[in-house]
Nanobody, 119 residues
């Protein structure tokens, strides 16, 4: 069982930046970031392949957010720039336990970190 711990959330003004981190207690493969705003369903934000070579983004964040990982530290990052009030949500990281997981399947989830963007 791998544990994921997110950090880096907080309150920021619109146009500002935050960097989220997700530390894993063991080896992981594909990792993803998701978010859930109040009253809304959880949505995909970004994902990164096991070696960091491939990344994907939701249309709403592409060009503003950057995902990366440091496997030596078992940590994945989400750099969020040009933040907007609509980015306000609890952000979760997730990890796949196998290299062969379907792209939408994650086995481990963190507890989430709150990001609030004021207008």
């Amino acid at each position: 069982q791998v544990q994921l711990v997110e950090s880096g959330g907080g309150l920021v003004e619109a146009g500002g930046s935050l960097r989220l981190s997700c530390a894993a207690s063991g080896r992981t493969f594909r990792m993803g970031w998701f978010r859930q705003a109040p009253g809304k369903e959880r949505e995909f934000v970004s994902r990164v392949s096991w070696n960091g070579a491939a990344t994907n983004y939701a249309d709403s964040v592409r060009g503003r957010f950057t995902v990366s990982r440091d496997n030596a530290k078992n940590t994945v990052y989400l750099q969020m720039n040009s933040l907007k009030p609509e980015d306000t949500a609890v952000y979760y990281c997730a990890a796949a336990a196998s290299l062969t997981n379907p792209v939408e399947k994650y086995d481990y989830w963190g507890q989430g970190t709150q990001v609030t963007v004021s207008s």
